[in-house]
């Protein structure tokens, strides 16, 4: 299997946070670029957020009018995943964090595409490996862990499991680069470099809260002014989610060698169980 000598056209698979980020940063690089998600009222809402982040470039002086324009213009959202994936030279995925999930989307998504389509998958900890397994010519299958905002962040991070051909890591790589996007590369691997470090910073931040430490503010205001973070990470955590922490880190937990890092501290089940996801839900260790 040879990947497409050249990206030209990208189905983004989910309008949530991340998706209309890649859908964005991949409409603004000048691919013709269409968002998926499963009801029409969720794709207007990512369409409507891309269109606010545009908006606010404008009011910055950080995006002119011609590429607001330009970026919009190459891109249309789909709520057929035929009509959203069919022609497509790479399909990125960007739903939820269920192995099953994701393996039964690409499953649908290779009944409509080129066995030379790459199939990248934003997942942040789940084996990229496992995702591929089952698929027809499951070496076009690669990790592309962005970050929130897509549109500010500058990393990529690309995950290369058992499986993925190098031709694929190499179309990628000039993908991300073509995107505005610092690229590293890793091994498929539990949690890979970001989020296996990132978590277990913020895992901790979070025991300190439980323990009664330091509050959320000065946590954070020590990682930030004492080592650089541009961001402490109980923010993060709230920005990300505080259920997909969760989740993340029980995942962690369950498959590292060293999975005690990653045991949830109580703190972060009970405000979870309590419905405080952090940014989404209007309360977190912050009130937003």
Not at 118 to 137: E, W
Not at 248 to 267: S, T, V
């Amino acid at each position: 299997m040879t990947a497409s000598a050249s990206i030209s056209t990208v189905a983004v698979i989910g309008a949530g946070t991340m998706g209309h980020g890649i859908a964005q940063v991949a409409a603004a690089a000048g691919y013709q670029t269409r968002l998926f998600d499963v009801r029409a009222d969720l794709v207007e809402a990512g369409l409507s957020k891309i269109r606010a982040n545009l908006d606010g470039g404008v009011a910055k002086g950080k995006v002119t009018e011609a590429q607001r324009a330009a970026t919009l213009a190459a891109l249309r959202g789909e709520s057929e995943l035929a009509a959203a994936v069919t022609g497509a030279d790479i399909v990125v995925e960007a739903v939820p964090e269920k192995l099953a999930l994701k393996q039964e989307l690409f499953t649908q998504v290779a009944a409509h595409v080129a066995s030379t389509a790459v199939l990248a998958t934003n997942t942040s900890s789940l084996s990229v490996t496992a995702i591929a397994s089952g698929l027809p010519h499951p070496e076009r299958v690669i990790g592309t862990h962005f970050f929130n905002p897509v549109h500010v962040m500058k990393l990529l991070e690309i995950v290369v499991g058992q499986q993925t051909a190098p031709e694929v890591l190499a179309a990628v790589q000039a993908w991300g680069a073509k995107l505005g996007k610092d690229c590293i590369v890793v091994r498929d691997s539990p949690g890979f470099a970001t989020s296996r470090l990132g978590l277990v910073i913020g895992l901790e931040a979070i025991r300190m809260v439980e323990e009664n430490v330091a509050s959320a503010e000065d946590i954070d205001k020590a990682m930030c002014l004492g080592y650089g973070f541009p961001m402490g990470p109980l923010k993060l955590t709230d920005l990300v989610g505080l259920d997909v922490r969760l989740n993340i880190a029980e995942y962690l937990a369950a498959n590292l060698q060293q999975g005690d890092h990653f045991r949830p501290p109580a703190l972060l089940r009970e405000m979870v169980a309590a419905g405080k996801l952090g940014k989404k839900s209007g309360q977190g260790f912050y009130k937003w």
